[in-house]
């Protein structure tokens, strides 16, 4: 029976560690993502395969225990929409209300800071991308201003107006935040379908989808949300739901089978297990964090003054800052390594010597980080920690 | 700030619980599901959102840490396949398949006894679907003999060969397994990809997508690999890998943004989470699980011995049976519901009482159930419920 399992060595999947226990992690995909201590209780009891399928009737989003369908209703109050679904993540979302809504060789908007999964779901769903540029270095600002000329220009290139915008609420470089209410203006105005991709905001910032004239905001749980991966929301209003949760419609030619309240985008259900259950465990926890978020921006303020005594190390992206995402230039830093037995490396290596790991390793030209969540003591650890390195290294503290 | 969070009431997702331990669970979308106590471990360890994406450089698929890079090619070898990509689900993976090698108004053939999301995948992707049909009542056998006929059906009147043939390996109501080397012999003969659709049997029972003539096979970690939900695999050929997995293309028109290591089908990475790392951690569970298959057939057919006792119940589908999923026509216990206070409910309530969970309450007229990874002992107390229940209601027990 089992020819063809020989080469197969099994060991090293046993008892896998991730080896950061105790560590202040600063890793910018991951501060968001972080389960509150309730949360990690409720995993267990959900971990096996099919757990919220205990007692439902063939459509998830309608489960009452666990209570999906009030979550359902909750999460799109919660992001001031009209209605929701539960997905695997903030491309998933985008995919569907692009593969929804457009048809191949359509053209979408997007910010010139947006996630690569944005082009990439455009490209899977055939369409072509024109972006909207940003001011460059240092500040990388998206031009904002340009929004109604571009769509003029597809419209008039293509002899169609572009059938969707998307804005990224808070890009995953900078931590600029993008002016959303002004972008969906002008969609409004034009008559353009308007994208939220709120897969840094939602869940750390307050975000109503309403206010900014939205017609979808996508949102991620392993980002923002406080919840296992892969889990997302896309929420949209009255008038795009029958669109994009069209209903099956298919028939058997031969058995006449019918699904009629599967949902077409979703195959049915989405994120049908644990992750679902971590995002409503850590529902409340979201609800109150976002109350807070003034204090986080205060503290990533407070960490990058802190940061920026380190002659040629410089923040980049808009000023003041707004996000807990923080992208440094340091050319110091870089000056350093390349005389530094480890190369690119010893930066990464110096952080983890004090307790702190995130940043990926290797880069010292640049350096990618978030403080949220942290406490103000660990956010001064880990600024301290690039002062002492600074030292260290012989370069100017101002 | 909080205008729109106002009706919104968090207290009822505090401390969810399932509500069913110390239950025998007999739930047949769950059985191939529950995790190892080992894997449970796990779980806390990576619980929080990007915890794969440590190490991650920018392909989920290569990382080393976790050894996701390893274990892509020992599942390519599990299933006997040349190379896979981990998933959210059987369903997700037949989507990517059908999306990557069809055309909208291309036609696929699929089995009777298809799984909903094999037609919901393909309407999603605009296919038509056409059925081979199944010998009805009580065997429900798909006439495996008609797929030479089918496909040329198909190429006459569409004047185009099918673009795929789905099998359904085992089906999720009767349990009945397929005979996929030969549906796959005939696909070779007319040179039609062959997917096989293993949601219920990859890590129950030994598959090798090679033997079977497989072009694609798509698997299910919550099904049927002890692993959290959701995950799957969805493995293929060299033949097939540069089509399903391909790369990038697109380009930022400003920018100039590329993103030639990320997979379009994938959205970039897909499972990025806690399942991928119960699905790995599951993994040495599994390959040896799958070596004492025969002992679980034997479980299950011992199982239908004893409740076919009961006057009036019959398990259907082909015999002997074959897998541990079984459906039983009960006519003897839907006219005592017909009488009973509970209605439909009562043998739900019955079973209860007796410590089991896992039937779909309200149905007496058929029931559906699994004996998966359950032990001699438990086997038994389930089977002899429905003997207990038989005596209590006055139906006879032969």
Known sequence: MSCWLSGIDVDRYFDLRRGIDGYINIHPLQRGGMLPSDTKKTVLEFADGYSVCDYCLGDLHKTKRPPVSTFREDMAKFLGMDDCRFTHGAREGKFMVMHSIAKPGDTVIVDSLSHYSTYVA????????????????????????????????VSDRTRKPPVLIVLTHVDNQFGNVGDAKR?????????????????????????????????????????????????????????????????????????????????????????????????MVSFPHVVERIKHWEDEVDKARRFIKTVERVNG??????????????????????????????????????????????????????????????????????????????????????
Chains 1, 2 share one sequence.
């Open 183 to 279: 972008v969906g203006e002008i969609c409004k105005k034009y008559g353009v379908p308007f994208l939220l991709n709120g897969a840094y905001s939602v869940g750390r910032l307050p975000v109503s989808g309403r206010r900014a004239h939205a017609d979808f905001v996508v949102a991620s749980g392993h980002k923002s949300m406080a919840s296992c991966g892969p889990s997302g929301v896309l929420a949209t209003t009255d008038e795009w739901a029958e669109t994009v949760f069209r209903k099956s419609k298919i028939v058997g030619n031969l058995t006449g089978k019918r699904f009629p309240i599967k949902e077409v985008e979703l195959l049915g259900c989405t994120v049908r297990g644990l992750p679902l259950v971590s995002l």
């Open 313 to 398: 190390v410089r923040k980049l992206g808009v000023r003041p800052h707004g996000h807990d995402i923080i992208d440094f230039d340091s050319p110091s830093f870089h000056t350093v390594s390349q005389k530094h037995r480890q190369r690119g490396y010893f930066l990464y290596h110096e952080l983890k010597k004090r307790g702190i790991v995130g940043i990926a390793p290797g880069k010292t030209q640049r350096f990618h980080i978030s403080t949220y969540g942290l406490t103000v003591e660990e956010v001064e650890k880990v600024a301290n920690a690039f002062l002492e390195m600074a030292e260290k290294y012989k370069i100017a503290i101002k």
């Open 122 to 153: 455009a490209e899977r769903a055939g369409l072509n991308v024109v972006e909207v540029s940003n001011k460059g270095f240092p500040t990388y600002e998206v031009e904002f201003e340009r929004y109604a000329e571009k769509i003029e220009e």
